[in-house]
């Protein structure tokens, strides 16, 4: 694009064609106080412990929530226990039926888990009512019809539930990453102490609720809030027979070092550091698009984010051009506007982190491209979208995973180079392909090393598709049939 | 006049090449009449190392070679063992076996080969999909080899559980360092020997016999291990490996199977088996005009 063109395309859709605000005004009605979900019901915390949960973008507290400590995981855990075998005897398809109820509730209570969401973790309103409830929803309707044909999903073997599960699910797909959990470990015929990360329990505890209203046995599901010493009692507990977690490669290992001891099946879903890879023969305006749903897609906060991208140099220029331009074009904002494309850095904590990484990237010599920050709001955690070009792989901000709205651009000349490069780090999550030739999308994506490929296209996800990774990114599926088999023995 | 028997002594296997341990050190197998059988060569750490790298640079020849290929070499190295079946019958019987059930063992052994070579074009099937996702996506998931997998094999049955792990990871296209404990070692080292005569390529396959416990840290550390497979470890061990792997995240599968149990063919050649020796990978792609 020349500078002239450039110049166009401002004006064509730079700040002066601003949207109006559009806030979305529906309020859910959060509570001040939210106990633990225990058998059932909602309990006051033995531990006698709470904490506040903010709005990122706003810095307003939204309510206190309780921490579980060590007789608050205990009650769960015995709540879960004795729900076991009632909830294991049930047959599938009345089994099934309370996921499907479930399901329906998600999608009559949309709009206020969505915004509730929104509120609680920072993400654009437009991405929690598209993306994280249709999905949440999906997930336990799709799980719920599992439930009566486990027989056929697992032929030739006899399969029955594994008991107690310990699941711990982070921030940055609060109810999604809920539903991925619990969906599959339900259908099989297990029961749950789930704990949701400490920025943003509301989702999980407003799912309570609807647990109760489709009149769900207690004890199938218990939902203990509180950080990580709370997650750590759920890890570790003698109760569990199965654990799931969602966080970071950190935390990943230090549950295996915890668990070595014990034959406790694990399904870990950890960090990632993404390549996303294009061609010079793709569709460039398509790569374009999934370049920055790829990276900017709910402020970056997401493990399989594709946060290292890898340009054929011949069109290095071009495409970095059209990238700057589209970046520009990203509404970064309050997260309740539905024109906002960029939400909240969901914790002062991350927020600290995104920037000593780009304060790293930038020392180390890569050279920062960001988007206009003139207009952010004053209050409440917020980094503009921003990518790096000059960046070698051994730069800090090629390596490490930010979890931020940060990407590492880089080139190759060959595909043995981007394959050699796409695959030079220890994670395993994703990868994405960009070419319009087909026998090179197949031959690239058999080659990364990586749970989930996505070509021509990226972030993408859906109940039935089964997603996880390889290498220091975690093991275990979650979503369509292999999700299944973490729940089973 | 009596003749002095030449009295064999068992190599490692790494590479393709058959090395005596980096620290020279061997043990004495004994059969069960306190009799010097042979001598097998100790397996040291470094030794744990070198065939860690040498499965790494023999992997993409394996992996990649067509299912249909991987069948027949297989397939081939059950030729192989069937035609030295009384020296794997003397092996096992050495190891305190007697003789009726150590040729039951590796007759089945044979046939578990046979049957893991059929697998080799037909696992894909049973255990990938398509998937219908609500969207224009074609998507469909699929088992590609781990990399590298480390197999630690059973005292007992020490041919039937050798050649159900190894075989099994050679099935779905991964390359395999064998760890064998002392008293299968000999089995160890003729079951590498009809492998090297199979058309496996080098360094697919690579055995390491002696004492278990020194190589548990330096292979469940190892980051170009994909994934472990203990069998006849104890408590101890499988925490020492389990720890040592969550350096890496890898994964450690523990086979339960004793005795009798690896007879079944239903359980031992199941895809369900199988799968621990594949990650699933997921594609997507847009479908439209």
Not at chain 1, 246 to 269: D, F, H, Y
Not at chain 1, 282 to 299: H, L, P, R, S, T
Not at chain 2, 126 to 149: E, L
Request: proline content about 5%; overall charge negative; some cysteine.
């Amino acid at each position: 694009m020349t500078s002239a063109e450039s110049r166009t395309v401002e004006a064509l859709t730079g700040s002066d064609w601003d949207y109006s605000p559009a806030p979305e005004r529906t309020r859910p009605d959060i509570a001040s106080e939210y106990g633990l979900f225990i058998d059932g019901e909602f309990k006051e915390p033995q531990s006698g412990k709470t904490f506040a949960t903010t709005n990122p973008a706003t810095g307003e507290r939204l309510a206190r929530i309780s921490e579980a400590g060590e007789a608050d995981v205990d009650a769960a855990m015995a709540a879960a226990r004795a729900a076991g075998p009632k909830w294991a005897r049930l047959k599938g398809r009345e089994r099934g039926k309370y996921l499907f109820r479930l399901a329906r509730r998600i999608q009559e209570c949309a709009r206020e888990l969505a915004v509730l969401e929104t509120m609680d973790g920072g993400k654009p309103i437009k991405e929690s009512r598209d993306v994280d409830l249709p999905l949440a929803a999906q997930h336990f309707f799709y799980h719920g019809g599992w439930a009566d044909k486990l027989q056929w999903a697992f032929a030739g073997r006899n399969v029955r539930p594994r008991g107690v599960c310990g699941q711990i699910i982070p921030w940055n797909f609060p109810l999604l990453m809920a539903a991925w959990k619990l969906a599959p470990a339900l259908a099989c015929g297990n029961t749950v102490v789930l704990k949701p990360a400490e920025t943003t329990s509301l989702s999980a505890l407003h799912l309570a609720r609807l647990l109760q209203e489709i009149d769900l046995p207690p004890g199938v599901v218990n939902i203990v809030t509180g950080a990580g010493d709370t997650g750590r009692l759920v890890a570790s507990h003698q109760a569990v027979r199965k654990v799931a977690f969602t966080g970071s490669t950190e935390v990943g290992r230090l549950i295996m070092q915890e668990l070595a001891p014990r034959e406790i099946p694990l399904t870990l879903e950890l960090g990632g550091k993404s390549a996303n890879i294009v061609f010079a023969d793709a569709a460039i305006d398509q790569a374009v698009e999934g370049v920055v749903g790829g990276i900017w897609f709910n402020q970056g906060h997401v493990c399989c984010a594709g946060s290292r991208l890898l340009v054929e140099e011949s069109i290095l220029e071009p495409f970095v051009a059209a990238l700057r331009d589209r970046m520009a074009q990203l509404r970064v904002g309050d997260p309740l506007d539905k024109n906002t494309d960029v939400g909240a850095i969901n914790s002062r904590e991350q927020l600290d982190r995104i920037r000593s990484l780009v304060a790293a990237g930038q020392e180390e010599g890569a050279i920062l491209h960001d988007a206009q920050t003139d207009s952010l709001p004053e209050k409440g955690h917020w980094f503009p979208p921003c990518f790096f070009t000059g960046v070698q792989p051994s730069h800090i901000v090629a390596r490490e995973e930010i979890f931020g709205p940060v990407l590492a651009v880089m080139t190759f000349r060959t595909p043995e180079e981007a394959i050699r490069r796409a695959n030079t780090t220890p994670y395993g999550l994703a990868a994405g392909v960009w070419t319009d030739k087909g026998s090179k999308i197949f031959e690239i994506a058999r080659r990364m090393e990586a749970g989930v490929v996505w070509c021509n296209t990226y972030n993408q996800f859906d109940a039935g598709s089964p997603f996880g990774g390889v290498k220091e990114s975690g093991f275990g599926r979650e979503g369509g049939l292999h999700g299944l088999r973490g729940y089973v023995r | 006049m009596s003749r002095l028997e030449v009295v064999k002594t068992g190599k490692l296997w790494i590479g393709g090449d058959w090395p005596r341990s980096e620290s020279g050190a061997t043990f004495v197998v004994e059969n069960g009449k306190g009799e010097t059988v042979a001598r097998c060569a100790l397996a040291s750490r470094k030794d744990a190392r070198e065939a860690v790298e040498a499965a790494r640079a023999g992997l993409p020849a394996w992996r990649d070679a067509t299912a249909t290929l991987r069948g027949q070499v297989l397939y081939r190295a059950a030729e192989m063992l069937e035609s030295r079946a009384d020296e794997f019958t003397a092996s096992l019987c050495d190891g305190g076996e007697g003789l009726a059930a150590a040729r039951r063992e590796v007759e089945r052994s044979v046939d578990r080969l046979v049957m893991l070579a059929g697998w080799c074009d037909k696992i894909h099937q049973i255990i990938g999909c398509q998937n219908a996702v609500a969207g224009p996506y074609h998507n469909f998931t699929i088992p590609q080899a781990c990399g590298v997998v480390v197999t630690f094999c059973p005292a007992s049955p020490a041919l039937l559980g050798m050649i159900t792990l190894v075989g099994a990871a050679m099935a779905t296209g991964n390359a395999v360092v064998a760890v064998v404990p002392r008293a299968a070692a000999m089995t160890g080292v003729l079951l590498g020997e009809v492998l090297a005569v199979s058309d496996v390529p080098k360094g697919a396959v690579n055995c390491l016999t002696g004492d278990i416990e020194p190589l548990l840290e330096p292979l469940g550390g190892h980051r170009e291990v994909a994934v472990m497979v203990s069998s006849g470890l104890g408590k101890a061990a499988r925490t020492t490996l389990r720890l040592a792997a969550s350096d890496g995240i890898r994964r450690v599968h523990t086979i339960p199977w004793t005795g009798t149990d690896w007879e079944d063919d239903g359980e031992t050649c199941s895809p369900w088996f199988l799968e621990q020796f594949v990650e699933f990978k997921t594609l997507w792609h847009p479908s439209g005009v």
